[in-house]
């Protein structure tokens, strides 16, 4: 009987903590968000770039793109990608597992969007309290700066 009570026990415990695990998976993560972002999000997993047919992973602030056939998750874009600005071009967000395994889905789904203005507002230009902690990396602090009216009397000079 003990042996019985212990299992009922162990297994109730481990569905409660499964249960709890979801329900924290999902919680709020405004503070994660980049500031190239698009506001109106509570929760981000992925957003997906059509212009450069990249993923950006919130919770790790990783890009995830195609690298030589393989999925490459980096805190930077690709070399080819280094100068793109990502304050002017559209995210699409994605609260999925894994979203870059429908990346064909996703590129049909999502391509009309590519060169396109991006219509939405980015958390940096928002003002809303909830918006005041958001995730600030370099690449973000260069892109900024580029946008400055000051930086820009000085961009296109030999700035490396």
């Keep these: 009987m003990k042996k019985l ?7 109730a415990a481990a569905a409660y903590f499964n249960t709890a695990q979801a329900q924290i998976s999902f919680s709020v993560n405004i503070g994660d968000q980049p500031s190239w972002g698009p506001t109106g999000y509570d929760h981000v997993e992925y957003y997906y770039i059509p212009d450069i047919q990249a993923y950006y992973y919130v919770p790790s602030h990783e890009f995830v793109y195609l690298n030589r056939g393989h999925w490459t998750f980096s805190h930077e874009l690709p070399p080819r990608y280094y100068d793109f600005d990502l304050f002017h071009c559209r995210k699409i967000v994605m609260n999925e597992p ?3 395994l429908h990346f064909d889905e996703h590129r049909r ?3 009309h969007f590519r060169g396109t203005p991006p219509g939405q507002e980015f958390i940096r230009d928002n003002h809303d309290d909830r918006y005041k902690w958001h995730y600030h990396d370099q690449h973000e602090a ?3 700066w580029r946008h400055r009216p000051e930086g820009d009397k000085h961009w296109g000079e030999d700035h490396h």
């Design 142 to 144: 260069d892109e900024e």
């Design 109 to 111: 789904d999502y391509d």
């Design 5 to 11: 009570l212990f299992t009922a026990t162990l297994v």
């Design 98 to 100: 894994q979203p870059y």
